[in-house]
């Protein structure tokens, strides 16, 4: 985790580190707080990755040794393995990655906005928006576009229509919450109506994109996502000690001197940018972004808002439970969203149901 | 009539709105037995209420359409005041059983007898009830979490990740049963039509519990919108007034949902009007909702039978279409966090 | 018939030209929905992603390594496990399992009309993979899929013998039933019932060609709308659009009398004149709206054989 230190040019140049941090100097009026321990965790949940990831090459109906695994990533091995891995493996590990890391991220960021641990980027229809057109494609009413585009033209609509008629951001963004859970039950509706138009095998076909899948993922998609991901965490990033603000209330971050709405819309302009990406590439796996921000919470001892350990856990967990999705009930499997939804929910229901005051950040 | 409209609501003469809001609700009634899908002329229905039809025409409007109108009755009815005493109870407008995972709840348990072998036709309402009495627990467990605080939103946001996971759970199920998701299908959206009306009576007697709970809480109920310190001091037991409504909602939702499967944002929609119409006093508010939801399912309904002929757009479809834009309505009105 | 016939020879005239050529190139080509695809003549390990493909394949003697499963079910249709038995599951009608049919090492994989581009760019990696061009909403689809599909295993001309056959026993019961039956006795409607009111099934699938060409007059109560193979839930008001002479009750379970039950409780349904005559028939939905092939034809002229027997005298 990486923390910058409000840049304050005019007071004195802080010189030491308070503890457990430590100081990085860039150029003259900036310095950046590192903290210890989110590196130390950082680069945990990092191994934790790598290992995910070989194991999740080797492992399926044909199992491939993690020694094979590492040959053929560099170009050896015999032409079956190099098959599975390469092309069916491979690809659906990137889309894992990206779209758990995406979804997760933006989780993170509209919890930080909201103050409110239950909130996801689902919440304010994207999800079911991008459903929606997905679905339209796929049961074929008359548009010629390819699904993920269509789910991406979904989630830009969602977030329009929620803006505009929440009229601005509103105080404290309750109405473009509300706009969204309306555009989402519209857009489920629709879906609903579409699927019971269709056809059983048209229908079927438009299954996975109802419940979320990585299931040969267009490629094209999972690229344009990986590199949105790569400029949103940089944002991120950039922005992180903003971000690190909107825990207090209102009226202290005005105090600080910061742009309380400023803040806000840069923040959900990279949650929508994260989230209609993902969307495109995977549907609606609204689950992880719950999952994957709280695992890092936990991780951090909800101390700071943990940007980047969010999506490394995210992006851990959703390669998990791919792999558990198409390994356990094989040769059927069952699609990530599922896996996801199932693992998540106890787990949704135990921060429910407990009382605490930490139901909010 | 319209002097009314110069009455600030809570002022409003409760009987005279009343009754014409139940005048209204006739009017209803008699067009939903007017209008069809069906290659009945208007004029032939109308002849046919006068008393002059033919057998298949008697069949029709006495027996199709007099049927869903009941029923569309009955949901409207349970849908509207499991909704005010939902919103009552949670002090938040936006609380509603389909918003909350009640429906969600009822789906899920729906889901699994048709799993486990039973065909929608063959359906009881007893496991849709238990379901919404699931969901409501779960949401009980989430009023408790708010505890005092009083925002809206965060109930909202609980209730929508409930939802999404029961649903998850339905589409896990479904997964393994394609004949199950094949008929769950077109029960998903609602509708009112082709229901059968003995299952009308199999609800009864869980009906005259939930009334039984109603008049029970009524008063409590409406000294706890004065704020929790008013009610224990007036000598009420918040704690038990929540639990006993929570039954009664789980009792309400389940029924319709059994009957008409799921049928979002009545619940919303109903107790909004009411309020708009007589002011936030709950003994007023559940009056006014007897006649209003039933106002608006059998007109929805009326609706979703002529737009789509010769088959019907399902009446699931067109209640979110008009409830969502209520939701905005409700937040941009300025009494939203206060209730 | 004319015509039929005509066609018939021109194809075998294609496939005698494309077996003989084929000796010679080890190979032959097959014109798909993605492009010509050539495959090795003599394929032995294939693996079959639709109900109709793997009919065809077992109906033409191939029996494949990998099918997936029926529709409401988690093995193949019920009228083919027998002759499937020991045919792995490699994915369900909604999802294929990619690692699973790669599993099998397949050298043709045999998809169904409607395989989307991106699992084609794939399992086009493992084997050639034969996406029949869809032929729509037509009369007889089946037959040229099925076509299709032969020409991919190069027996074109087994193929002929069989659906020449069909013809021949269709005709056969056509001639029962048209003597047995005067000419308005035998409009058939083919609906799955739902609670809120039937799915009635266009007259242009598989099932009820089959039954047309065994002489039923297929009613499809004019409300389906063009290219799509059922209605939407017809409005019970509207009742009276399927009561033909016959009706075929579709269902997905395999008790299927327990569905005739359920619709007999609706008064709509049991104030039709086709069930008060008791001429409403059960039948198996994965058969009847699911399946397509030679022997799901044979199972279906199977069942009005039945009906023959047993409700017409």
Redesign the interface.
């Known amino acids: 985790m990486i923390n910058q230190s409000l840049s304050l040019p005019n007071n004195e140049e802080i010189t030491t580190a308070p503890n457990g941090h430590r100081l990085l100097s860039l150029g003259r009026h900036m310095t950046i707080l590192i903290e210890k321990q989110a590196i130390i965790r950082n680069v945990w949940l990092l191994i934790l990755l790598a290992i995910a990831c070989v194991a999740t090459l080797g492992i399926?109906?044909?199992p491939i040794s993690p020694k094979e695994v590492i040959a053929v990533l560099f170009g050896h091995g015999n032409a079956?393995s190099q098959?599975?891995v390469q092309?069916?493996?491979l690809p659906r590990l990137l889309a894992a990655l990206f779209t758990g890391a995406a979804f997760s991220l933006a989780g993170c960021l509209m919890q930080t906005m909201?103050r409110?641990r239950?909130?996801?980027p689902?919440?304010i229809g994207i999800d079911n928006a991008a459903m929606a057109f997905a679905v339209s494609s796929v049961v074929g009413m008359g548009i010629s576009l390819a699904p993920s585009v269509m789910a991406l033209a979904g989630a830009a609509t969602a977030t329009a229509l929620a803006f505009g008629?929440?009229?601005g951001s509103g105080t404290r963004g309750?109405?473009f919450?509300?706009?969204g859970?309306?555009?989402g039950?519209?857009a489920?509706?629709?879906t609903?109506?579409l699927?019971?138009?269709?056809?059983?095998?048209?229908?079927?076909?438009a299954?996975?994109w109802?419940?979320g899948?990585l299931?040969?993922?267009?490629p094209m998609m999972v690229s344009i996502l990986g590199i949105g991901l790569v400029i949103c965490l940089v944002a991120c990033l950039l922005f992180a000690s903003q971000f690190a603000l909107m825990p207090f209330s209102d009226q202290v971050i005005m105090g600080l001197g910061a742009n309380i709405k400023y803040i806000r819309i840069v923040a959900l302009i990279l949650c929508i940018t994260l989230t209609g990406l993902a969307v495109a590439v995977a549907g609606p796996v609204?689950?992880i972004a719950?999952i994957g921000p709280e695992i890092a919470r936990v991780l951090a001892r909800y101390r700071g808002i943990p940007l980047i350990s969010s999506a490394l856990a995210g992006a851990l967990v959703m390669i998990l439970a791919d792999l558990f999705g198409?390994t356990v009930l094989?040769?059927?499997?069952?699609?990530v969203?599922?896996v996801t939804?199932?693992i998540?929910?106890p787990y949704?229901?135990w921060i429910?149901?407990?009382?605490t005051s930490r139901?909010s950040l | 009539m319209i002097s009314w409209f110069y009455i600030p609501p809570a002022q409003r003469p409760l009987f005279s709105v009343f009754v014409s809001a139940l005048f209204v609700l006739a009017l209803c009634c008699f067009c939903s037995l007017l209008f069809g899908a069906g290659g009945l002329s208007l004029q032939a229905s109308f002849q046919t209420l006068l008393g002059n039809g033919s057998a298949d025409t008697q069949f029709t409007v006495f027996h199709l359409r007099a049927n869903r109108t009941l029923i569309g009755l009955f949901v409207g009815l349970t849908l509207g005041i499991a909704g005010a005493l939902m919103q009552a109870v949670a002090r938040n407008p936006l609380a509603e059983p389909g918003l909350l995972g009640v429906s969600a709840g009822s789906s899920l348990a729906v889901a699994i007898t048709l799993v486990l072998g039973a065909s929608t036709a063959t359906l009881t309402v007893g496991v849709a009830q238990f379901g919404a009495l699931l969901g409501c627990l779960c949401v009980l467990g989430v009023a408790r979490m708010q505890g005092q605080q009083n925002d809206p939103i965060r109930l909202v946001l609980a209730g929508a990740a409930l939802s999404s996971l029961l649903l998850a759970v339905t589409s896990l199920l479904l997964l393994f049963d394609q004949r199950a998701a094949d008929e769950i299908r077109f029960w998903v959206t609602g509708s009112v039509a082709g229901r059968d009306t003995n299952t009308l009576f199999s609800v009864l007697p869980s009906m005259l519990i939930a009334i039984i709970c109603i008049l029970y809480t009524a008063k409590p109920l409406a000294s706890l919108a004065l704020g929790e310190r008013v009610a224990i001091g007036l000598g009420h037991k918040p704690q038990r007034v929540r639990a006993v409504v929570i039954v009664a909602v789980a009792l309400l939702v389940g029924g319709a949902t059994a009957i008409a499967g799921p049928v979002a944002f009545i619940g919303l929609v109903v107790p909004f009007a009411a309020r708009a119409l007589v002011g936030p006093d709950i003994r007023r508010t559940l009056w006014l909702c007897l006649p209003l939801g039933p106002i608006i399912v059998i007109s929805a309904d009326v609706v979703s039978r002529l737009v789509a002929q010769p088959a019907e757009m399902p009446l699931g479809v067109l209640t979110a279409i008009i409830g969502a834009p209520v939701l905005l309505l409700i937040v941009r009105s300025r009494r939203m966090p206060t209730l | 018939m004319l015509l039929n016939r005509l066609s018939f020879k021109k194809i075998l005239l294609c496939a005698c030209i494309t077996t003989s050529f084929s000796v010679f190139a080890g190979e032959h080509s097959v014109i798909t929905k993605y492009g010509e695809v050539k495959v090795n003549d003599d394929v032995k390990r294939i693996v079959t992603l639709s109900e109709d493909a793997l009919d065809s394949a077992i109906a033409l003697g191939v029996k494949p390594l990998g099918a997936i499963a029926t529709r409401g079910g988690d093995s193949v249709a019920e009228y083919i496990q027998k002759r499937a038995s020991g045919v792995n599951m490699v994915g369900t009608s909604r999802q294929n399992n990619l690692e699973a049919i790669a599993a099998q090492r397949p050298d043709l994989i045999l998809a169904s009309t409607n395989l989307p581009q991106d699992q084609y760019n794939i399992l086009s990696k493992i084997a050639p993979t034969i996406v029949p061009i869809s032929p729509g909403m037509v009369s007889d689809n089946w037959i040229k899929v099925a076509k299709v599909y032969a020409q991919a295993l190069n027996k074109d001309e087994q193929m002929n013998t069989i659906l020449s056959d069909i013809k021949d026993r269709e005709n056969a019961l056509k001639d029962v039933i048209t003597a047995k039956l005067p000419k308005n006795e035998r409009s058939a409607t083919l609906a799955r019932w739902m609670p809120q009111g039937p799915i009635v099934m266009s007259s242009q699938i598989f099932s009820t060609d089959v039954l047309a060409a065994a002489g039923f007059i297929i009613n499809d109560a004019g409300v389906i709308k063009e290219g799509r193979p059922h209605s939407s839930p017809l409005s019970l008001e509207n009742l009276s659009k399927v009561d033909s002479n016959w009706l075929f009750l579709a269902t997905l379970n395999t008790e299927g009398k327990d569905a005739l039950e359920a619709a007999k409780t609706s008064p709509s349904f049991s104030r039709l004149n086709v069930v008060k005559e008791d001429k409403v028939i059960a039948v198996n939905g994965q058969l009847w709206t699911s399946a397509a092939g030679p022997l799901a034809a044979h199972a279906i002229l199977d069942d009005i054989q039945n009906i023959i027997n047993n409700k017409i005298k």
């Open positions: 399926g109906t044909m079956m098959f599975i092309d069916l493996r909201a409110n239950l909130a996801t689902g919440i008629l929440a009229g309750y109405r919450i509300v706009a859970i309306g555009i039950a519209i489920g509706a629709v609903q109506l699927l019971s138009q269709v056809s059983i095998d048209v229908a079927n076909s299954y996975p109802t419940v899948s299931s040969a993922r267009d609204g689950l719950l198409r094989s040769p059927i499997e069952l699609p969203g599922i939804a199932v998540g929910g949704l229901i429910l149901v407990r009382r139901t």
